[in-house]
């Protein structure tokens, strides 16, 4: 079993930044490929990003090029820092994890989901 505890959502301007913060119980979090989903809205969850057990990843295209997923396995955490938000980029945001070292853009991989953390973005 895994609890994840999202941190680091808020209010900002567009063209601004946040980083948001993920921490994982467990002592195998090394082991564990990390996700960030998002939801708006009246939208469906939509995958952001993921990260594997050696720190490959891969993104979204709709986030590439402004967001970074990275990871902190000393502290069981994975990071999400989000530069140049979008109004569009409003959301909640989850936090997932999957007990395999693959990562994998499929949501339906991840049987462990945070609570989510609400990220606004003002035009």
């Known amino acids: 079993q895994v609890t994840l505890i999202e941190s680091g959502g808020g209010l900002v301007q567009a063209g601004g930044a946040l980083r948001l913060s993920c921490a994982a119980s467990?002592?195998?979090?090394?082991?564990?490929?990390m996700g960030w989903v998002r939801q708006a809205p009246g939208q469906e969850r939509e995958f952001v990003a993921t990260i594997d057990w050696i720190a490959g990843t891969s993104y979204a295209d709709s986030v590439k090029g402004r967001f970074i997923i990275s990871r902190e396995n000393a502290k069981n955490t994975v990071y999400l820092q989000m530069n140049s938000l979008k109004p569009e980029d409003t959301a909640v945001y989850y936090c997932a994890a999957r007990g395999r070292v693959a990562y994998s853009t499929k949501n339906n991989d991840y049987p462990y989901w945070g609570q989510g953390t609400q990220v606004t973005v003002s035009s």
């Open positions: 467990g002592r195998t979090f090394s082991n564990y490929a």
